[in-house]
C-alpha cells in the first residue's frame, strides 16, 4: 500500500494550458506539502496545509492553487502553464508537532510544458 | 534565511569505498534528517536525529548530529551500486513541518 502516491508521474503539455496534479495520502498525517524540484534537483517547499488549511505560501505564483477537500488529499492546480514551471513536483505529509517530524514524499510528477 | 550546505555535490567511487558526506549551516537545528532520491523517484528517509551529538546507524549507514547543532554527516560503508542516488539532508525550522534541503550529494559507484 502506497504511503503517498501522486498522479500522474508525467505530465507534458502546452505553455498556456491548466493542469491539475493530484494527491492522496493514507498516513493519517494532518499535514501535507507541495515541493518543487529544480532542473539543478533542488527541492523547495511551495505550499502546505494542515488538516485542510493553509498555512504556509512560499511566494509562489498565483497560477498555482493547492486544493484539499478533506486532509488525506491535496492536489495542485496549475493555470496558464509557462515554460518555466517545467520540474518536478512531490507531494509530501508529515506530522509536525509530534516528536517525529519527517515527511514522506510521493514518486514525483515530472511536468513538461512545451 | 536559513539555509543548508551540503558537500560534496557529487562523488564517485569505487564499490566497497566508504563515503563521507556532510551538511553544515550557520543556523541552529534540532532535527537533522537524511534522504535518499533514486531516479526517477521521490526521496527516501535514511535516517532521522533529534538530539545533539546522537549517533545513529541504519545497516551500512551511519549518521551524527553535530553538537553544535549545526551540522550533520552521513557516512555509507562498504558501498553497493544500489547505493546510487542523490542524498540529501534536510532539516525543520519549526514552521509548520515545513522541510529545507541542502543542495544533494549525487553519489555514483563504479562496480
Known amino acids: 500500500d502506497t504511503a503517498v502516491s501522486q498522479t500522474p508521474k508525467y505530465l507534458v503539455t502546452q505553455m498556456g494550458n491548466d493542469k491539475s496534479i493530484k494527491c492522496e495520502q493514507n498516513l493519517g498525517h494532518d499535514t501535507m506539502y507541495w515541493y518543487k524540484q529544480d532542473s539543478k534537483k533542488f527541492l523547495k517547499i511551495m505550499f502546505s496545509?494542515?488538516?485542510?488549511?493553509?498555512?504556509i505560501n512560499e511566494t509562489v505564483p498565483n497560477r498555482f492553487s493547492p486544493k484539499s477537500p478533506d486532509k488525506a488529499h491535496l492536489n495542485l492546480h496549475i493555470n496558464s502553464l509557462e515554460l518555466g514551471d517545467s520540474a518536478v513536483y512531490f507531494c509530501?505529509?508529515?506530522?509536525?508537532?509530534?516528536?517525529?517530524?519527517?515527511?514522506?514524499f510521493g514518486q514525483g510528477t515530472r511536468l513538461t510544458v512545451v | 534565511g536559513q539555509q543548508l550546505n551540503q558537500s560534496p555535490q557529487s562523488m564517485f567511487i569505487q564499490e566497497g569505498e566508504d563515503v563521507s558526506m556532510n551538511c553544515t549551516s550557520s543556523s541552529i537545528f534540532n532535527t537533522w534528517l537524511w534522504y535518499k532520491q533514486d531516479p526517477g523517484e521521490g526521496p527516501v528517509l535514511l535516517i532521522a536525529l533529534y538530539k545533539a551529538g546522537e549517533l545513529t546507524s541504519n545497516g551500512r549507514l551511519t549518521a551524527q548530529f553535530g553538537i553544535t547543532r549545526k551540522d550533520s554527516f552521513l557516512n555509507i560503508s562498504a558501498s553497493i551500486p544500489s547505493d546510487v542516488g542523490i542524498y540529501f539532508c534536510a532539516s525543520t525550522i519549526n514552521q509548520g513541518g515545513k522541510l529545507i534541503f541542502g543542495q544533494g550529494t549525487e553519489l555514483s559507484v563504479k562496480p
Open positions: 496545509y494542515n488538516n485542510k488549511e493553509l498555512i
Open positions: 509530501a505529509s508529515s506530522q509536525p508537532g509530534t516528536a517525529y517530524t519527517e515527511a514522506f
